[in-house]
């Protein structure tokens, strides 16, 4: 059997019930699905059934490789040996997919930052990360946990907080507890301003959180001479439009 290894963040669900809960909660099987780490297959055994040749998996650990290629033949050609965050994208999947796993906590965040930048390509992703991190993915404007990749992750998908996981169903159990997210494509196809200052101004203003925004931003952007009303307020109180709308008057600002 393969061994968790700490270095890779890796803790195994055994749980199959939990297991087919997060594989039922994708709404197209339709779709090619990559499976990002798939360790020893859990998930894997029941898409298999269900996708056949549209399943590929990436997997960083070259025992849980060796692994699933001994239990799962068919997966030849599937199964690619590497790293998720490095790997060219181009070179793993062609056209339109959707993503599902159970991912590591220490780079979940690295993961939703790829996954924006391939957004037009990826219509749905279902993941188990830990479940601060989902609370704060999922965050209305308004909550204390809102924040950057709260934004950032708003403004193309719809995020839902699925259902709690607890530690005892995974090998070696963690330390907190999990939960299951499910992103959705919205209908934005672009925002109506840059997308790199967009990207810049909400890091800047979360920054300093509990700053209002005039003088969270003016580390970054110095030369804010403005009385808009927006700039009195603090960063969490804003949704993804009057994000929209600041980052539109920081770059009058700079002209």
Same mark, same amino acid.
């Given at each position: 059997?393969?061994?968790?290894?700490?270095?890779?963040?890796?803790?195994?669900?055994?749980?199959?019930?939990? @297991?087919?809960?997060?594989?039922?909660? *994708?709404?197209?099987?339709?779709?090619?699905?990559?499976? !990002?780490?798939?360790?020893? %297959?859990?998930?894997?055994?029941?898409?298999?059934?269900?996708? %056949?040749?549209?399943?590929?998996?990436?997997?960083?650990? +070259?025992?849980?490789? +060796?692994?699933?290629?001994?239990?799962?033949?068919?997966?030849?050609?599937?199964?690619?040996?590497?790293?998720? *965050?490095?790997? $060219?994208?181009?070179?793993?999947?062609?056209?339109?997919?959707?993503?599902?796993?159970?991912?590591?906590?220490?780079?979940?965040?690295?993961?939703?930052?790829?996954? *924006?930048?391939?957004?037009?390509?990826?219509?749905?992703?279902?993941?188990?990360?830990?479940?601060?991190?989902?609370?704060?993915?999922?965050?209305? $404007?308004?909550?204390?946990?809102?924040?950057?990749?709260?934004?950032?992750?708003? +403004?193309?998908?719809?995020?839902?907080?699925?259902?709690?996981?607890? =530690?005892?169903?995974?090998? $070696? $159990?963690?330390?907190?507890?999990? @939960?299951?997210?499910?992103?959705?494509?919205?209908?934005?196809?672009?925002?109506?301003?840059?997308?790199?200052?967009?990207?810049?101004?909400?890091? @800047?203003?979360? %920054?300093?959180?509990?700053?209002?925004?005039?003088?969270?931003?003016?580390?970054?952007?110095?030369?804010?001479? +403005?009385?808009?009303? !927006?700039?009195?307020?603090?960063? =969490?109180? *804003?949704?993804?439009?009057?994000?929209?709308?600041?980052?539109?008057?920081?770059?009058?600002?700079?002209?």
């Amino acid at each position: 059997m393969v061994k968790a290894k700490k270095h890779l963040g890796q803790h195994f669900l055994h749980d199959k019930n939990i @297991a087919s809960k997060i594989v039922h909660s *994708l709404s197209n099987f339709n779709l090619p699905t990559l499976e !990002i780490g798939p360790g020893t %297959g859990v998930l894997t055994q029941i898409l298999l059934p269900l996708l %056949g040749d549209k399943l590929f998996l990436i997997e960083i650990d +070259t025992e849980s490789v +060796t692994f699933l290629k001994e239990q799962y033949p068919q997966l030849e050609g599937k199964l690619v040996e590497g790293d998720f *965050l490095r790997f $060219p994208l181009d070179k793993l999947m062609q056209g339109s997919f959707q993503i599902i796993g159970n991912f590591p906590y220490n780079i979940s965040s690295q993961i939703f930052f790829k996954v *924006l930048e391939h957004r037009d390509r990826i219509p749905e992703v279902v993941c188990m990360i830990q479940k601060e991190v989902a609370e704060r993915l999922s965050s209305p $404007p308004g909550s204390k946990s809102y924040g950057i990749l709260s934004v950032l992750l708003q +403004t193309y998908y719809r995020i839902e907080y699925l259902f709690t996981v607890n =530690e005892q169903v995974f090998t $070696p $159990p963690p330390k907190v507890k999990s @939960a299951v997210i499910r992103f959705s494509r919205n209908n934005r196809q672009s925002i109506p301003c840059d997308e790199k200052l967009f990207f810049s101004v909400v890091k @800047a203003s979360f %920054g300093q959180r509990r700053k209002t925004l005039r003088n969270s931003l003016r580390s970054k952007f110095v030369d804010l001479q +403005t009385e808009n009303e !927006i700039f009195n307020k603090r960063p =969490e109180q *804003l949704s993804v439009e009057d994000f929209i709308f600041l980052t539109g008057l920081v770059a009058d600002q700079q002209k």
